[in-house]
């Protein structure tokens, strides 16, 4: 099977080494079998703690979404919290995986109330409208996405690579610990690339509690290949009806077209 990570920016020079940690750290997770391979976007606002941000984005990264399953791929992974999910399964015929759809229905069967300690607070309100739109409001606590302070940024992001706990698991950590004391039993990670940081470095867990620290992204991805294995195998890859059904695709080409998007 060939699974492809689909980031929701430009490459980077300045951020090789992460890049590197997360291949290193996600793809040992998967089946033999299981090619992976990771794509960033021709082009990008590399932005998204906004809604309009976001929206132009996500335009983006379903057009890369299109190209990986043009180009043989029998697994679309969207490697970003703020993710046009219901956008990519409507027009792809492949399974489409997200992180934080993925690895919420993960955590549903590791404990009864989840929360996520995300990296922003605008990326708060993004992470909560999924929590809504999965249904899955009812089984996290309240209030239930929270942000470290200070904020992320890329100094921060590349600490974490050689030593997060310098700086990075003391931030989440306090978070965690007052999601803990409104009654979660599940913490995800709210960041595609810290997660997999965490879990090289054994952070796994908040000390004393108990309480997982998950990899939401390497879970995530663990997911995505069950959804494909599953389509391989038994044909079943999503509904056609209503929201999920592929619009006719010379109208979705005409519009793509009179947006220079092909």
Same mark, same amino acid.
């Given at each position: 099977?060939? @699974?492809?990570?689909?980031?929701?920016?430009?490459?980077?020079?300045?951020?090789?080494?992460?890049?590197?940690?997360?291949?290193? +750290?996600?793809?040992?997770?998967?089946?033999?079998?299981?090619? @992976?391979?990771?794509?960033?976007?021709?082009?990008?606002?590399?932005?998204?703690?906004?809604?309009?941000?976001?929206?132009? !984005?996500?335009?983006?990264?379903?057009? +890369?979404?299109?190209?990986?399953?043009?180009?043989?791929?029998?697994?679309?992974?969207?490697?970003?919290? !703020?993710?046009?999910?219901?956008?990519?399964?409507?027009?792809?015929?492949?399974?489409?995986?997200?992180? #934080?759809?993925?690895?919420?229905?993960?955590?549903?069967?590791?404990?009864?109330?989840?929360?996520?300690?995300?990296?922003?607070?605008?990326?708060?309100?993004? *992470?909560? !409208?999924?929590?809504?739109?999965?249904?899955?409001? &009812?089984?996290? *606590?309240?209030?239930?996405?929270?942000?470290? @302070?200070?904020?992320?940024?890329?100094?921060?992001?590349?600490?974490?690579?050689?030593?997060?706990?310098? +700086?990075? *698991?003391?931030?989440?950590?306090?978070?965690?610990?007052?999601? *803990?004391?409104?009654?979660? &039993?599940?913490?995800?990670?709210?960041?595609?690339?810290?997660?997999?940081?965490?879990?090289?470095?054994?952070?796994?867990?908040?000390?004393?509690?108990?309480?997982?620290?998950? &990899?939401? #992204?390497?879970?995530?991805?663990?997911?995505?290949? +069950?959804?494909? &294995?599953?389509?391989?195998?038994?044909?079943?890859?999503?509904?056609?009806?209503?929201?999920?059904?592929?619009?006719?695709?010379?109208?979705?080409?005409?519009?793509?077209?009179?947006? #220079?998007?092909?």
């Amino acid at each position: 099977m060939k @699974l492809c990570w689909i980031h929701p920016t430009t490459a980077s020079d300045a951020l090789a080494p992460l890049w590197q940690k997360l291949d290193a +750290a996600v793809r040992p997770a998967l089946h033999q079998g299981t090619e @992976l391979e990771f794509r960033f976007l021709p082009r990008s606002g590399n932005f998204v703690r906004s809604a309009y941000a976001e929206h132009i !984005n996500s335009v983006h990264i379903v057009e +890369a979404a299109l190209k990986a399953e043009a180009d043989g791929f029998d697994g679309i992974f969207l490697g970003c919290w !703020n993710d046009p999910l219901w956008e990519a399964r409507e027009v792809l015929s492949v399974p489409v995986g997200s992180v #934080s759809e993925q690895s919420m229905l993960a955590a549903l069967a590791m404990g009864k109330r989840l929360a996520v300690v995300t990296v922003s607070q605008k990326t708060t309100v993004a *992470i909560e !409208n999924d929590l809504l739109a999965y249904g899955l409001r &009812d089984r996290a *606590i309240v209030r239930p996405v929270r942000t470290i @302070l200070p904020e992320s940024d890329a100094d921060l992001l590349l600490g974490a690579v050689s030593d997060p706990y310098a +700086a990075f *698991i003391p931030r989440v950590e306090e978070v965690a610990k007052t999601c *803990i004391a409104d009654g979660a &039993d599940v913490i995800l990670v709210g960041c595609a690339y810290y997660g997999p940081l965490l879990r090289m470095a054994g952070y796994t867990e908040v000390p004393g509690t108990g309480v997982p620290v998950v &990899d939401s #992204s390497t879970v995530a991805l663990k997911y995505l290949e +069950a959804m494909t &294995d599953i389509a391989m195998k038994l044909g079943t890859v999503k509904s056609t009806r209503l929201q999920l059904r592929p619009p006719p695709r010379e109208s979705l080409d005409m519009a793509r077209r009179s947006l #220079s998007l092909i």
